[in-house]
């Protein structure tokens, strides 16, 4: 897969403790591919259970390349084995790599003064302390949560009641909202403190003048050139290795697929949906709460801005709609598309709106979670 000159692949590794890295299985692959041309970054999760050649040792889950590195002596130990592995069994080229542990993981988004995250559907954050045996219940209802470091930690760890890619898109929302949330200047002022304050916790062939150089570049990134990529159920296949292992074979053809989206320009009709620059008002048509900031969480990186958010005339809509007050058109397909709306709701009553060029009034059949 060609990836231009411009863009630099950075994979993020996590794994449960840095004590033992001969022991520890990584937890968490996602290759973040910025191209500084284009201003332009895109994710890709890897699952933790999926099948390779692994240089050197021979085939196994990609999750115990990294440490099969330090146990090996291979040369650039844990990172450059699973590097390689990676290159090896998919083709896709990394630059640089940065581990973090969970305590490190914790500390960081406590650093940063902790993280808006909007949760649209339950989930279970069931846990062990570390001073009991017993596990604890932790079920976030769906809501708008600002988590600390330890939240946030079991809020991209859980797998309970889901499976690892429903993990993965979590994961992958935690990074986008991070970022969302502090890419602004006074970001750069603050890496040279941030990088000695977790210089302990977080591992990386980055230096210093690379993270404000891709700090620079991230400040100028529009949401709609944030993309989110996954090797899923549809680029895999479940398999029983000879040992009686649950594992995943890599579907080459359709993980191609994928990278061959991970290296494309960015969409003309993401900008143009941006350049269209329509006034939306979200309006929730039904009795569950929370459904416009849900919605507005998940518009924002198709290049929509949701100016106002409220409640409609009544809570029984049956059906979403979308009201066209000032022709909009890129704006209006994007929102039928995403918001999966037919044609038989979309309504175009030229002129009112009162500053407002599209209205959406959510239905009972408005899902966040699908």
């Known amino acids: 897969m060609a990836f231009g000159d411009d863009t630099v692949n950075i994979l993020l590794i996590g794994l449960d403790s840095t004590a033992n890295l001969r022991g520890q299985n990584t937890d968490v692959l996602i290759v973040v591919s910025v191209n500084k041309a284009t201003r332009q970054v895109s994710m890709l999760s890897i699952p933790r259970d999926l099948w390779v050649y692994i240089p050197t040792y021979g085939w196994n889950r990609i999750n115990t390349a990294h440490r099969r590195g330090y146990s090996l002596g291979y040369p650039g130990e844990g990172s450059a084995l699973l590097i390689d592995t990676i290159e090896m069994n998919i083709g896709l080229p990394i630059h640089h790599w940065a581990r973090v542990d969970f305590a490190g993981f914790t500390k960081v988004v406590d650093q940063l003064g902790g993280v808006d995250i909007t949760v649209a559907c339950p989930v279970n954050l069931r846990f062990k302390p570390p001073t009991s045996e017993e596990e604890q219940e932790m079920v976030l209802l769906p809501g708008i949560y600002h988590m600390d470091g330890d939240t946030a930690l079991k809020y991209v760890r859980t797998r309970r009641g889901s499976s690892d890619f429903a993990r993965a898109r979590r994961q992958q929302q935690f990074l986008k909202a991070m970022w969302s949330q502090f890419k602004s200047p006074d970001i750069i002022a603050r890496i040279p403190g941030l990088w000695t304050a977790l210089s302990g916790s977080v591992k990386t062939d980055l230096g210093l003048d690379d993270l404000l150089s891709l700090a620079r570049v991230g400040i100028d990134i529009k949401p709609q050139r944030v993309h989110s990529y996954y090797i899923g159920r549809s680029e895999t296949m479940d398999w029983v290795t000879d040992q009686g292992w649950q594992v995943l074979l890599p579907r080459l053809d359709k993980i191609q697929e994928v990278l061959a989206k991970l290296a494309s320009p960015p969409s003309a009709d993401e900008d143009q949906v941006a350049s269209e620059g329509a006034a939306i008002e979200v309006l929730n048509g039904t009795t569950r709460p ?81």
């Open 290 to 370: 929370n459904l416009p900031q849900f919605a507005a969480d998940q518009l924002q990186w198709y290049g929509l801005k949701i100016t106002r958010t409220g409640t409609a005339d009544r809570a029984d809509y049956p059906k979403t709609q979308i009201i066209v007050f000032n022709d909009r058109p890129k704006a209006v397909e994007t929102l039928a598309k995403v918001l999966k709306v037919t044609a038989a709701n979309i309504v175009y009553q030229q002129g009112g709106g009162q500053g407002i060029d599209v209205q959406v009034i959510l239905g009972a059949d408005y899902d966040p979670c699908r």
